[in-house]
């Protein structure tokens, strides 16, 4: 039987020059599992707990010693010796071994890391790649890459309130030829930016973070930038927004600065509507705080035949938070992230819940990510049909696309682009 042999945990840089933790899991066939866990800037409050040394000097309190004085000696001491293919075992072992509700013992970053690990040795151990190993053969399922060409909020120095606005080339049949109209678009926006005097540096994700203030203003120009680059706004490219709404809540108002609004839950679902009506959007991320339960719901009972209503910190991949959502008919998406939840068994199992009660499934990067592919093989994995990994500038997002095209090729005519199936729970 093969068995894990060594673990290593190491400290490397995210995206944004900021401290995280990478592993490897060394199995005694001599095959080894590296993962690199990523870091979100704006963070659900119910998110597992990412451990970072706050006291410390080091790094300005961003350091991630603690993270790996547990990963390389209370996680090796544990989990030496055991068998790599027992994913979920692991997985549950180590959350038992934290001992805590939010795995704020350990950290989720230390977790996470070691349980990635321990998936892509297991992969290697079996010479598949990590997406067959998870996924098995009827994964096939190129995703719709959610592309975010302008931002705002937390991610970008500007007065844009909203954090991501972004591109979906639905109508297309390859992710091949869906990623080729983005990065023609993308082109095309800096264009039209540099030619009205805006910045064209790029946020936390790589899109474009000029000085604007709406959120009308911006989607106008993506507009024109599908336009000038010669493809059907509502027909072949749509628009997604992550709104972050939580980053904009305050005593029960949303505060849009840079529109001069402050808006109850009633205004911005009225906000929400006629926004939709001006632009074919399809996609709203966290358009409430993460409390506002009953604006997901009453936005969902209102918007939810025609578009997705996707619960980011709402739900911070979480089974339980995802099934009161269900319950209740607040949302009816999930964006997945790893992190917010520390350990690859439950991520699966919150994605699972999601497919089994109908849920859009969106795989997603975080603002500070690494050059690791992980969640590109995880969204062919299991199927998810969507991705959300940043614009088409930055090397730590097109890695990402660049792994997804590697698999499209692997497949060959057996893969599907999930662009036709979007809408099939809408009609």
Same mark, same amino acid.
């Given at each position: =039987?093969?068995?894990?042999? #060594?673990?290593?945990?190491? %400290?490397?840089?995210?995206?944004?020059?900021?401290?995280?933790?990478?592993? #490897? @899991?060394?199995?005694?066939?001599? &095959?080894?599992?590296?993962?690199? @866990?990523?870091?979100?800037?704006?963070?659900?409050?119910?998110?597992?707990?990412?451990?970072?040394?706050?006291?410390?000097?080091?790094?300005?309190?961003?350091?991630?010693?603690?993270?790996?004085?547990?990963? !390389? @000696?209370?996680?090796?001491?544990?989990?030496?010796?055991?068998?790599? /293919?027992?994913?979920?075992?692991?997985?549950?072992?180590?959350?038992?071994?934290?001992?805590?509700?939010?795995?704020?013992?350990?950290?989720?970053?230390?977790?996470?890391?070691?349980?990635?690990? @321990?998936?892509?040795?297991?992969?290697?151990?079996?010479?598949? %790649?990590?997406? *067959?190993?998870?996924?098995?053969?009827?994964?096939?399922?190129?995703?719709?890459?959610? =592309?975010?060409?302008?931002?705002?909020?937390?991610?970008?120095?500007?007065?844009?309130?909203? %954090?991501?606005?972004?591109?979906?080339?639905?109508?297309?049949?390859?992710?091949?030829?869906?990623?080729?109209?983005?990065?023609?678009?993308?082109?095309?926006?800096?264009?039209?930016?540099?030619?009205?005097?805006?910045?064209?540096?790029?946020?936390?994700?790589?899109?474009?973070?000029?000085?604007?203030?709406?959120?009308?203003?911006?989607?106008?120009?993506?507009?024109?930038?599908?336009?000038?680059?010669?493809?059907?706004?509502?027909?072949?490219?749509?628009?997604?927004?992550?709104?972050?709404?939580?980053?904009?809540?305050?005593?029960?108002?949303?505060? /849009?600065?840079?529109?001069?609004?402050?808006?109850?839950?009633?205004?911005?679902?009225?906000?929400?509507?006629?926004?939709?009506?001006?632009?074919?959007?399809?996609?709203?991320?966290?358009?409430?705080?993460?409390?506002?339960?009953?604006?997901?719901?009453?936005?969902?009972?209102?918007?939810?035949?025609?578009? *997705?209503?996707?619960?980011?910190? /709402?739900?911070?991949?979480?089974?339980?938070?995802?099934?009161?959502?269900?319950? &209740?008919?607040?949302?009816?998406?999930?964006?997945?992230?790893?992190?917010?939840?520390?350990?690859?068994?439950?991520?699966?199992?919150?994605?699972?819940?999601?497919?089994?009660?109908?849920?859009?499934?969106?795989?997603?990067?975080?603002?500070?990510?690494?050059?690791?592919?992980?969640?590109?093989? /995880?969204?062919?994995?299991?199927?998810?049909? %969507?991705?959300?990994?940043?614009?088409?500038?930055?090397?730590?997002?097109?890695?990402?696309? &660049?792994?997804?095209?590697?698999?499209?090729?692997?497949?060959?005519? !057996?893969?599907?682009?999930?662009?036709?199936?979007?809408?099939?729970?809408?009609?």
């Amino acid at each position: =039987m093969v068995y894990i042999e #060594d673990i290593l945990a190491r %400290q490397i840089l995210d995206s944004r020059g900021n401290p995280t933790l990478e592993v #490897d @899991v060394k199995l005694s066939d001599g &095959n080894i599992g590296r993962a690199a @866990v990523p870091s979100g800037a704006s963070t659900g409050k119910y998110e597992a707990y990412e451990l970072r040394d706050k006291k410390s000097n080091f790094y300005s309190g961003y350091g991630v010693k603690k993270a790996i004085e547990n990963v !390389n @000696v209370e996680i090796f001491n544990t989990f030496s010796g055991r068998n790599p /293919l027992e994913q979920k075992s692991i997985d549950y072992d180590l959350i038992e071994l934290d001992g805590t509700k939010n795995k704020s013992r350990l950290g989720a970053n230390a977790m996470l890391g070691f349980s990635m690990a @321990v998936a892509r040795a297991a992969a290697n151990s079996k010479g598949l %790649q990590l997406w *067959q190993y998870i996924g098995g053969i009827r994964a096939n399922m190129l995703p719709v890459p959610m =592309m975010n060409i302008i931002n705002g909020g937390a991610h970008a120095n500007n007065r844009l309130d909203f %954090q991501e606005c972004m591109i979906m080339p639905i109508g297309f049949s390859t992710f091949s030829d869906a990623l080729r109209s983005g990065v023609e678009i993308f082109q095309s926006l800096k264009k039209i930016l540099s030619e009205k005097s805006l910045s064209t540096a790029v946020g936390d994700e790589g899109g474009f973070a000029p000085n604007i203030n709406n959120l009308e203003e911006a989607l106008s120009y993506i507009s024109r930038a599908v336009e000038k680059s010669g493809y059907k706004l509502g027909e072949e490219i749509f628009i997604s927004i992550d709104a972050a709404a939580s980053e904009l809540y305050e005593k029960g108002y949303y505060h /849009l600065i840079g529109e001069d609004k402050k808006l109850n839950t009633e205004e911005l679902i009225n906000y929400w509507d006629q926004i939709c009506k001006k632009f074919p959007i399809v996609s709203i991320e966290d358009p409430f705080d993460e409390t506002d339960w009953i604006g997901f719901e009453e936005l969902t009972k209102f918007l939810g035949n025609k578009l *997705q209503i996707v619960g980011d910190d /709402l739900f911070v991949t979480n089974k339980n938070r995802l099934f009161k959502g269900i319950k &209740n008919k607040a949302g009816n998406s999930i964006l997945i992230k790893l992190n917010q939840i520390g350990t690859v068994s439950e991520t699966l199992e919150t994605i699972e819940l999601a497919k089994n009660h109908n849920f859009g499934v969106i795989v997603s990067h975080r603002s500070g990510e690494t050059e690791d592919v992980f969640i590109s093989d /995880l969204s062919v994995a299991i199927n998810a049909g %969507q991705i959300k990994t940043g614009s088409l500038s930055r090397s730590d997002r097109t890695a990402k696309y &660049n792994q997804l095209l590697r698999i499209e090729e692997f497949l060959g005519d !057996n893969s599907n682009y999930y662009g036709q199936e979007f809408f099939s729970k809408y009609t």
